[in-house]
C-alpha cells in the first residue's frame, strides 16, 4: 500500500525514525510523497531519492554527527570567539558539512534538484523569518523569491530547513534569477521547526479525502502528554518560549482524527542538539522507533 509520508524535527533524535521505517517495511508499505522539516526534512530527501530502510540505517551508524559541528580555523586556536561571532553570524556552526554529506547522499542516486524527482514527490519546510512566513520547498519559491523552485538544490532546501536558530548559520539570502530586488535585501532563513515542527498539513486537502493514507511520525510523546516545563530563570524562560512556539501551531492543528495518523516517538530521554551521540546510543534511539512504530500498528487503520 502507497502512503504519504510525513516527519518531524528534532536533531538527532531522528535516528529513531529508521526503527520505525524498518516496521513500516514489514508491513508493506511504501511512500508516494514524503514531506519533513528540520532533521525530518533529511530523511524525507533520502526516502524521496530512493534509499531503502537498510541503507539509511547504515548511513546513519556510519555518521560522525561531531563533523556537522565545523568550525573555522581561528575558532579552533581561540574557542571563545564563536561567542562573540554569533552575534553578527547568527550561529555557532556553519552546516556547509552538513549540506555537502546531504548533496553527495543524493548525487550518489542521480538526485540533484527538484526537478529530478517525480512532481510533488518532496516537500520539506523552513522559516523565513524576515517574512514572518512559512516556507514549503519547492512550491513557494516562485511566489516568493522569483526563483524557480524546480532547479533548486535539495541539499540546499535541506540545510535551510535543518538550520537550528543560534546553532546553524542561518542562509541569509536566496538569490532570484532576475536583479530586481536590491542586493542589499536579505532574507533569514532558519529551522522550518520554528513555524511548523510537524508538516502534516502540507498533504492535506481542506475537507478533501486525500488520495493515499497520510502517516507523520513525530519525534515526541502525544501533544496531550507533553510535560510542564518548570521555569525559575531567563534561560529556562527561553527554551519554555522557543518550545511552546515550535509546539504551537501544529498542536493546534492536530485535532483528535489527524491525531490517529500521527505516530508518536518517545524520544524525550536524549537531546536534539547532542551530536555526540554513540553507537550504543544510535541503537537505542533506532529501538524506541521500532517499538513506538510496532505498538501503534497494533489499532492503525487506513
Known amino acids: 500500500m502507497k502512503v504519504d509520508g510525513v516527519f518531524s524535527g528534532g536533531g538527532v533524535k531522528a ?6 521505517l ?11 510523497r514524503v514531506a519533513g522539516t528540520s532533521a525530518g526534512a533529511i530523511l524525507a530527501s533520502l526516502i524521496a531519492a530512493g534509499y531503502k530502510t537498510s541503507e539509511i540505517k547504515d548511513l546513519f551508524m556510519d555518521l560522525d554527527l561531531e563533523s556537522f559541528m565545523e568550525e573555522s580555523t581561528i575558532e579552533k586556536v581561540f574557542p571563545f570567539l564563536k561567542w562573540l561571532l554569533i552575534y553578527k553570524r547568527l550561529g555557532l556552526y556553519k552546516g ?34 524576515s517574512l514572518g512566513k512559512i ?6 519559491l516562485e511566489r516568493l523569491y522569483g526563483i524557480d523552485g ?8 535541506v540545510r535551510i530547513s535543518a538550520s537550528i536558530p543560534f546553532f546553524f ?27 511548523s515542527n510537524f508538516p502534516i498539513w502540507v498533504f492535506q ?23 510542564k516545563r518548570k521555569i525559575n530563570n531567563a534561560i529556562a524562560m527561553f527554551q519554555a518560549l522557543f518550545g511552546t512556539m515550535i509546539n504551537a501551531h501544529d498542536a493546534r492543528y492536530i485535532s483528535k482524527s489527524v491525531a490517529t495518523k500521527v505516530m508518536f ?26 517499538n513506538s512504530a510496532s505498538n501503534y500498528f497494533k489499532t492503525w487503520t487506513s
Open 15 to 20: 535516528i529513531a525514525f529508521v526503527g520505525a
Open 22 to 32: 524498518e516496521v513500516v517495511d514489514e508491513k508493506g508499505l511504501t511512500f508516494e
Open 96 to 129: 556547509d558539512e552538513l549540506e555537502k554529506w546531504i548533496a553527495d547522499k543524493l548525487s550518489a542516486k542521480g538526485i540533484y534538484t527538484f526537478e529530478d524527482l517525480k512532481p510533488g514527490a518532496l516537500k520539506i519546510i523552513a522559516s523565513d523569518v
Open 135 to 140: 516556507v514549503v520547498f519547492p512550491d513557494d
Open 150 to 157: 524546480l532547479s533548486f538544490p535539495i541539499a540546499r532546501a
Open 169 to 195: 548559520i542561518p542562509i541569509k539570502r536566496i538569490e532570484p534569477k532576475s536583479q530586481k530586488k536590491p542586493k542589499s535585501r536579505k532574507n533569514i532563513l532558519v529551522d522550518g521547526g520554528l513555524l
Open 205 to 227: 486537502s481542506g475537507m478533501k479525502k486525500p488520495k493515499r493514507p497520510i502517516l507523520g511520525m513525530k519525534l515526541s510523546s502525544s501533544f496531550d502528554q507533553l510535560p
Open 265 to 290: 516517538l518517545p524520544t524525550e530521554e536524549f537531546d536534539a542538539t547532542d551530536f555526540s551521540l554513540s553507537a550504543a546510543e544510535k541503537r537505542r534511539l533506532m529501538a524506541i522507533g521500532r
